[in-house]
């Protein structure tokens, strides 16, 4: 078992304990994602810390997006729910990384790469969320790639 699942896991019996009944919620849902992952294929397989990070920053990404929604419908308790839940599931996950070590990744890519146009882009994106992995957003990193090759 992974080191961030088992986290998970003892922070869920500690907020059963303590009766915080957001917190539980969240985490069970986090959780339940992590274990449908793990029985997705054919045969349940065993994750690697790296397949429970990818799963945590989808959750993340998910919540982040409805709360978006329904700031929009102008439902702004929900959307602060879903913030809320994603601030917690985001703290499972790595540091960030900065928008200066972002863009020193990017120049990387582009120079390991060999790209001079827009249509290397998807090799870019392959080189530099293959190296930063779940400490960079991906639309950040496809901004970043598209600005760097355009311009």
């Known amino acids: 078992m992974s080191e961030t699942m088992t986290k998970l896991e003892t ?6 304990k303590a009766r915080d009944s957001v917190r539980v919620g969240t985490l069970r849902q986090a959780i339940a994602a992590v274990r449908g992952e793990a029985k997705s294929g054919p045969v349940e397989r065993d994750l690697t810390e790296d397949d429970v990070q990818k799963v945590l920053a989808r959750e993340v990404k998910k919540r982040r997006e409805s709360a978006q ?65 779940t400490a960079a957003d991906g639309r950040k990193v496809s901004q970043l790639v ?3 090759l355009s311009g």
């Open 11 to 16: 922070d869920l019996t500690t907020a059963m």
């Open 146 to 148: 598209k600005a760097a």
């Open 69 to 133: 929604i329904y700031t929009d419908a102008g439902a702004d308790e929900r959307a602060q729910t879903e913030t809320a839940e994603a601030d917690l599931i985001g703290s499972y996950l790595p540091a960030q990384l900065s928008d200066d070590e972002l863009a020193a990744l990017v120049r990387e890519g582009i120079e390991h790469v060999g790209a001079t146009t827009v249509r290397d882009m998807g090799a870019v994106m392959k080189y530099v969320t293959g190296k930063a992995g």
